[in-house]
């Protein structure tokens, strides 16, 4: 019993020498202001920190939201826990108390005008908005304790002296407001990925609980208090921006972006010049409470709008009218780079004043992509080759009759079959899809017309092969009335689909790519040069062509074997019909390509 007892006794001492020794995961103590030294029985390391303290500007500045970021030297290093306090430069530096930081979620204020951390989350980096509480004139430094694990420890990391010159705006008792810095309490784990928080609304970039990117915003007055939310693919040299855009498009679109560059972390506000991005004069026009950090790889980037921008802002859209929302994220080379992925749109028109949830315009599309894809594969590639073995081919293979058919008839026949059985399927698809035949009224050419000429092809479609089945016989006195109604209605469905696929690939709702056009341009030239191609060898051998018929009615035993050299394949058209195969086969693949990965 009492051994028992003594065992019991040691494991408890042993626990609470431990609890005692033990880090802060919620931050700093008070008791750690003095020395900024951790409790933790070890030691802080005397190599060379890998990290640094950064400031957003050389010059502190009230107007523009001045930011301390600490990081690590080369971007990848992470860290636990940091407390961060402000020095005067005099002799015998002093803690400059007279001071605050607003910090993002995952710290929080404390010993007079530091900041620690509040959670034991590994971080990568970690901005930190500062400014003074009273009139002072000046240079300041900032020291930092940081915690890379419980028992290595940075001490006395500190930043280059900064000027500060700052005159505290003159406040009446009912001018003054209290800031609450609320202190993170979240029991996430770090595999956790951003999702939507109560009080807010919100917009997702998928149709989970959980998504890679979370915007969220909540009106406070005369602004709108915003929150991005996104995992990184890595924890520097990235970027994250939202958009308002009156179209969905991205010419146009007013954009806040926030970047994380070689420990840097910052706020921009820009416009898009076509597809590119370009900062205004001002980067932070109109923008405040601005607080950022990265933390297991997710950045949380928060800051406050204002709904109007005084004066003649063009660039800058008021808050007080709807916006389609766009969210991406891409590389920074020096400069912010063009997005990796196809930023993600909202589903409709966002009003920014009411907390609302609001879904992304179906992500995966699937219905969509096979619709288009459908068509393209039925039109770009099936008839188009169909339609030109039917009109330039008839001569040759006389020889040869595969089932009593003849080769270009067997090929012509089989091709649009599959052309008329895909459209039809492709047509039922976008009917389940969109519910209606003609959703869209409102809009650009692309939205308006694509639904009435897809409808327009489908009905060509069918009334062909109804007229193949009701014709009459080759010899009939009507039989060129068929043979002209045919052509012209085929003819006038590939024109139109070729119309159709490219008002398709410019729909925002496709998202494909501007080269995605390009492709449909090329395809349209390339038909065209080689229908003049065949023409023009079909001119020139005119004699064979008008003797056509007659070699057609004649037994094949009665064809003297002189004329049965004289008909034999025309390699010239040949290699221009592998030519237009392979042509029309690449501009096939790569179009579906790029639907079905938009």
Not at 434 to 456: F, K, N
Not at 505 to 528: D, F
Request: net charge positive.
């Amino acid at each position: 019993m009492m051994k028992s007892t003594g065992k019991m006794l040691s494991v408890f001492l042993t626990l609470a020498l431990i609890c005692g020794c033990s880090c802060y995961p919620s931050g700093a103590p008070e008791s750690a202001c003095t020395t900024m030294t951790p409790s933790h029985g070890v030691p802080p390391q005397n190599t060379s920190s890998p990290y640094v303290i950064q400031f957003s500007s050389s010059n502190f500045s009230m107007d523009s939201n001045f930011t301390v970021t600490i990081s690590s030297k080369d971007g990848n290093t992470s860290f636990k826990g940091f407390l961060v306090e402000v020095f005067t430069d005099q002799p015998t530096p002093n803690q400059l108390k007279e001071s605050e930081f607003k910090v993002p979620e995952n710290a929080h204020p404390t010993c007079n005008g530091g900041a620690t951390h509040s959670d034991a989350k590994e971080k990568h980096m970690i901005g930190l908005q500062w400014q003074p509480t009273t009139s002072f004139t000046g240079k300041v430094k900032f020291r930092a304790t940081i915690v890379q694990a419980y028992t290595v420890i940075w001490k006395n990391v500190e930043s280059e002296y900064l000027s500060v010159d700052y005159t505290a705006p003159s406040t009446s008792p009912s001018d003054v407001t209290t800031i609450s810095h609320p202190i993170s309490t979240t029991s996430e784990s770090p595999s956790d990925l951003p999702r939507c928080e109560p009080g807010f609304g919100c917009f997702k970039a998928c149709p989970l609980t959980t998504c890679e990117s979370v915007v969220m915003w909540r009106r406070s007055g005369n602004c709108v208090d915003f929150k991005i939310v996104a995992r990184l693919d890595r924890p520097n040299n990235r970027w994250v921006a939202i958009g308002f855009s009156p179209t969905g498009r991205m010419p146009k679109t007013s954009v806040i972006m926030c970047l994380v560059d070689n420990g840097k972390i910052s706020v921009e506000e820009g416009i898009n010049k076509g597809y590119s991005f370009g900062p205004l004069s001002n980067k932070t026009l109109g923008l405040t409470n601005i607080s950022a950090s990265v933390v297991d790889r997710v950045l949380r980037c928060t800051f406050t709008r204002q709904i109007n921008i005084s004066g003649s802002v063009e660039s800058i859209y008021s808050l007080t009218k709807k916006y389609f929302l766009l969210l991406g994220d891409g590389p920074i080379i020096g400069t912010p780079g063009q997005h990796e992925k196809t930023p993600v749109k909202s589903e409709s028109r966002v009003d920014f004043l009411v907390n609302e949830n609001v879904g992304s315009d179906d992500p995966s599309k699937t219905l969509y992509k096979l619709h288009g894809s459908l068509m393209i594969l039925s039109w770009m590639f099936l008839s188009s080759v169909a339609i030109i073995i039917a009109r330039y081919y008839k001569s040759e293979w006389r020889g040869m009759m595969p089932c009593g058919v003849k080769v270009w008839f067997a090929i012509h026949r089989t091709m649009m079959s599959l052309v008329f059985i895909i459209t039809t399927a492709s047509f039922i698809i976008i009917f389940i899809q969109v519910g209606s035949l003609l959703q869209e009224t409102e809009g650009d050419i692309y939205v308006r017309y694509h639904p009435a000429l897809g409808i327009t092809v489908m009905a060509l479609c069918v009334a062909n092969p109804i007229m193949a089945f009701f014709r009459c016989d080759p010899g009939h006195k009507y039989r060129h009335v068929f043979h002209y109604s045919h052509m012209f209605v085929g003819t006038a469905a590939q024109i139109l689909s070729a119309i159709t696929i490219y008002f398709g690939v410019n729909l925002e709702k496709s998202n494909t790519p501007e080269e995605a056009s390009y492709i449909v341009i090329a395809y349209i030239i390339t038909y065209v040069i080689i229908e003049v191609i065949l023409e023009c060898q079909k001119y020139y051998r005119r004699n064979e062509d008008e003797t056509e018929t007659q070699i057609l009615l004649r037994s094949t035993s009665n064809v003297p074997q002189q004329k049965s050299q004289k008909h034999q394949v025309n390699s010239f058209k040949i290699i221009v019909l592998c030519t237009h195969f392979v042509c029309m086969s690449m501009y096939c693949m790569v179009l579906i390509y790029f639907v079905a990965t938009a």
